[in-house]
RNA sequence: GCGCCGGUAGCUCAGUCGGACAGAGCAUCGGAUUUCUAAUCCGAGGGGCGGGGGUUCGAAUCCCUCCCGGCGUGCCA
């Protein structure tokens, strides 16, 4: 358990239960976190001023008790608190030993990969859907935010313990689809020769509708041209979307993103899910006929107003459809889902949490996470998009240019609430810039550290695993000074981090993260020489940086962005 | 009009369920290299958190109100 819960459980056995309605408010109230300052310790809390409100006691008086079971719990502890102290107006500050931090190097060594990962997830299962793009157009970059979102929370809920699957629900058919038919029909005519074929206003106009349209008439030849119109462009409309969700995949892929599921609406309707759905939905009256349309009850369930499922024209409304996906993931029994969506659907939530409540399902088990938008900035300027028009940049265009670790990471930096401007000439720069050179350069810094060991025959290479020194002994830690163990201390944030940025998800704070931490081995390493002339204290450190470069590797392998040995 | 998100240093943004003197990077200015990679490090100046009111021992964080920006408010998806 980490110490910080260990603390803050005899902070709870301290105070009572009385102090709170229930186990999950007690442990908030007596939640221990780590200092900002180092001269408010390791560890502080204020749960004294907290419960000075309720009690109306001092909370001085509750503080120096606390404070005081904390002490007297030094061998229950390990011997890991050095010093408490109770600062104005009733602060408990916490400073850990020497020797804790010592333990918790030669952790970091002994667990390498493992190192920060927890059960706090229970195994649930969880279903991650994002960037759920239609396949009518490429990728943009608002996609590319998404995907890396998704991708490393998938990450990082696996790390701390949930069972997670990632998905990709695909809108294949309907509106957009037919709409993308008509346009690859006219782009196909004219690739033909007919001149008057035109895209129809509302269609799609970027040119990859052209080329998709070019090569059917090469390869096609006809064929198109003498079904019936209606014929051909259900028929391209199909293939077109087809073509440009591998296309998609491809460009996921390259991204360093693959889902375990894509979910096909045009399959899931095929197999009559849908139907069913809306069949049932009616016999449990929670539609009504109006203006020839069939309307979902939504408003009585805090929705805005009530919507349309199937249209005058008889059509399913999309609408319609992801209801029922929505629903499908309950059957298919996860116990927490989570959806990351554009800001520009986020008017869909509270229609499909009136749905999801009216079916009588545990709406909070769905999280929607909407991801605002994200500027291309180029030139100092901001890049104007839209996807029907074409004029778009897209994510693969921003990967060849930047690369794609560059792009995870500048992703992944802001949090999701914000809005993100992504400026390329800044993510080129591969100077002290660029955040993720600086953390790479860490890790590179610390593997030539290593090397350089090697080949001045200060590090036999067989005490070198995976990277990491394993040599010498436990015990040459105690060589170690005041700078070495600040160094360290950063390590043992490394899981409350996760744990945060996972059950918030906010992967931000995981970059944020990161960067302190390679700021902290920047500096240290200007500071004090790994290699030097005592021989313990090179045992010592090799260990202490080796521990770092643990943390870090796993960090960036969670980020999805490659950890580099040279730079 | 209503709803969601944002408004913190010149710029881009963090800020641990309200907590200890408001932070980082960039930009500006000044320094550091006979020592494991200077894609690095150190230092300085710079804001009182959009405006106003309120709650609190304590507010950038909560409440009210106003202003500004983005998005939504389709029988499009």
């Known amino acids: 358990m980490p110490i910080r819960r260990q603390i803050s459980d005899i902070i709870c056995e301290t105070i009572g239960e009385s102090a709170a309605p229930g186990r999950a408010q007690l442990d908030e109230v007596a939640a221990v976190d780590y200092a900002r300052d180092p001269a408010y310790g390791d560890l502080t809390t204020p749960v004294a001023m907290r419960l000075a409100k ?21 061998e229950r502890l390990g011997g890991a608190v050095r010093r408490v102290d109770v600062a104005d107006p009733g602060f408990i500050n916490i400073f850990l030993a020497r020797g804790y931090w010592l333990r918790l190097i030669n952790q970091v060594i002994a667990n390498g990969p493992r190192y920060g990962r927890s059960d706090v997830g229970k195994r649930r299962k969880v279903q991650l859907e994002f960037a759920s793009a239609n396949p009518t157009g490429p990728l943009s970059v608002a996609h590319g935010r998404q995907a890396a979102l998704g991708d490393v929370l998938a990450n990082i809920m696996k790390f701390i313990g949930f069972d997670v699957s990632t998905e990709y629900w695909v809108n294949d058919c309907g509106g957009q689809i037919d709409k993308l038919g008509e346009s690859v029909y006219a782009r196909y005519l004219r690739a033909l020769g007919e001149k008057s074929a035109a895209v129809p206003p509302d269609g799609y106009h970027g040119d990859y509708v052209a080329e998709i349209g070019h090569d059917l008439a090469v390869k096609e030849g006809r064929r198109y041209a003498n079904m019936p119109p209606q014929d051909a462009v259900d028929e391209l409309g199909r293939l077109a979307s087809e073509r440009i969700l591998q296309e998609i995949l491809s460009d996921f892929e390259q991204f360093g993103i693959q889902y375990d599921n894509v979910f096909s609406q045009r399959k899931f309707e095929a197999e009559g899910h849908v139907g069913q759905l809306l069949q049932r939905m009616q016999r449990m009256g929670l539609t009504y006929e109006q203006d020839g349309a069939v309307w979902l009850k939504t408003k009585e369930q805090g929705d805005a107003k009530d919507r349309v499922l199937v249209k005058g024209d008889g059509a399913w409304a999309y609408r319609l459809s992801d209801v029922a996906y929505h629903e499908d993931k309950f059957m298919r029994r996860f116990e927490r889902v989570v959806n990351l969506l554009g800001p ?41 998009m839209s996807t029907r028009s074409g004029k778009m940049v897209t994510l693969d265009e921003v990967i060849k240019e930047v690369g794609a670790d560059v792009a995870r990471f500048f992703f992944l930096i802001r949090k999701t609430d914000s809005h993100l401007d992504f400026d390329l000439e800044l993510a080129k720069k591969q100077s002290l810039d660029n955040p993720v050179y600086y953390i790479q350069y860490a890790h590179a810094r610390i593997a030539s550290i290593l090397r350089k060991a090697q080949e001045s025959a200060r590090l036999d290479p067989a005490d070198l695993t995976r990277g990491v020194y394993t040599g010498g002994s436990k015990d040459d830690l105690e060589a170690l000074e005041d700078r070495d163990i600040a160094l360290a201390a950063k390590l043992g944030r490394f899981g409350a981090v996760l744990e945060k940025a996972g059950l918030e998800l906010e992967p931000h704070r995981l970059t944020n993260y990161l960067q302190e931490l390679a700021a902290e081995f920047h500096n240290y390493y200007t500071q004090c020489t790994v290699v030097g002339p005592d021989e313990r204290l090179t045992r010592a450190r090799l260990r202490l940086v080796s521990a770092v470069r643990v943390v870090v590797s796993s960090a960036l392998h969670l980020l999805g962005v490659h950890i580099p040995e040279v730079m």
């Open 344 to 384: 520009d659907h986020h008017g869909h939530i509270r229609t499909m949490q009136a749905a999801m409540s009216a079916l009588g399902h545990d709406v909070s088990a769905v999280r929607f996470l909407v991801v605002q938008h994200c500027t291309i900035i180029r030139g100092g300027r901001k890049v104007k």
């Open 54 to 74: 309720q009690t109306r006691q001092k909370p001085r008086e509750i503080a120096e008790r606390i404070a005081q079971a904390i002490r007297d719990a030094g």
